[in-house]
C-alpha cells in the first residue's frame, strides 16, 4: 500500500521561504517521478514541480527561480523548498508519486499572507 505523508506547510508572510516535505512507503522509490502540485480555492490542481527518477526537474513557469524541487532516494522523501512566496502562492500543495500510475499525500496547506 502507496503511502505519502506531507508535512511543513503553515502560515509564512509574502517574500518568506517554507520547505516541504513528502516521505514515501510502499513504493520502490528511485523508480518513482517524485513531485508537487497545488489546488487554490476554486481552482483547479496544477504542476508546481516534479524531481524525476532519471535526476531532471520540471518546474511550473511561475515557480522558476524561486522553488527548488529535490529528492533523497536513500530517505524516500522529496523536498520543495519554497522562497519568495507571493499571497498566489497559497493553495493546498499535494506530493505525487508518479510511475505506472499516480499516488497522491492527503496535501498540506500553505498560506502567504500580504
Known amino acids: 500500500q502507496v503511502q505519502l505523508v506531507e508535512s511543513g506547510g503553515g502560515l509564512v508572510q509574502a517574500g518568506g521561504s517554507c520547505r516541504l516535505s513528502c516521505v514515501a512507503s510502499g513504493i520502490t522509490f528511485e523508480w518513482w517521478d517524485m513531485g508537487w502540485y497545488r489546488q487554490a480555492p476554486g481552482k483547479e490542481r496544477e504542476l508546481v514541480a516534479i524531481?524525476?527518477?532519471?535526476?531532471?526537474?520540471i518546474y511550473e513557469d511561475s515557480v522558476k527561480g524561486r522553488f527548488t524541487v529535490s529528492r533523497d532516494n536513500a530517505k524516500n522523501t522529496v523536498y520543495l523548498q519554497m522562497g519568495g512566496l507571493k499571497p498566489e502562492d497559497t493553495a493546498v500543495y499535494y506530493c505525487l508519486a508518479r510511475h505506472v500510475t499516480d499516488e497522491w499525500g492527503q496535501g498540506t496547506q500553505v498560506t502567504v499572507s500580504s
Open positions: 524531481a524525476t527518477y532519471h535526476g531532471t526537474t
